[in-house]
């Protein structure tokens, strides 16, 4: 059965940081590109960051650059999202997603968690 469950989200007041993780199972996770998006209420889902499978390769929204930093874990089958000097903007859930390198249909979403930034 394939999951990705993420966790680390929590309310912390602006200018704090949090580590976001996204835990997978049920799949070959180093045949996967891995990306984090995020929602706020009414706006449409976008992408923050994402990495490739050997974690050399980073991409990140202008909106978080010099603030978020994506990594990975192969071993632990463990994408993280660290976000430091968080602003209000940045309240949303976040969301991972799995994205196959070869069948560029297979992606698995996980179901997110709540980042609230507000002092």
């Known amino acids: 059965q394939v999951q990705l469950v993420e966790s680390g989200g929590d309310l912390v007041q602006p200018g704090g940081s949090l580590r976001l993780s996204c835990a997978a199972s049920?799949?070959?996770?180093?045949?996967?590109?891995m990306a984090w998006y995020r929602q706020s209420p009414g706006k449409e889902r976008e992408s923050v960051a994402s990495?490739?499978?050997?974690?050399?390769?980073?991409t990140y929204a202008d909106s978080v650059k010099g603030r978020f930093t994506i990594s990975r874990d192969n071993a632990q089958n463990t994408v993280y999202l660290q976000m430091s000097s968080l602003k209000p903007e940045d309240t949303a859930v976040y969301f991972c997603?799995?994205?196959?390198?070869?069948?560029?249909?297979?992606?698995?979403w996980g179901r997110g968690t709540q980042v609230t930034v507000s002092s």
């Open positions: 997603k799995a994205s196959h390198i070869v069948l560029r249909n297979l992606e698995y």
């Open positions: 049920g799949f070959t996770f180093s045949m996967y590109a």
């Open positions: 990495i490739n499978t050997a974690g050399n390769r980073l």
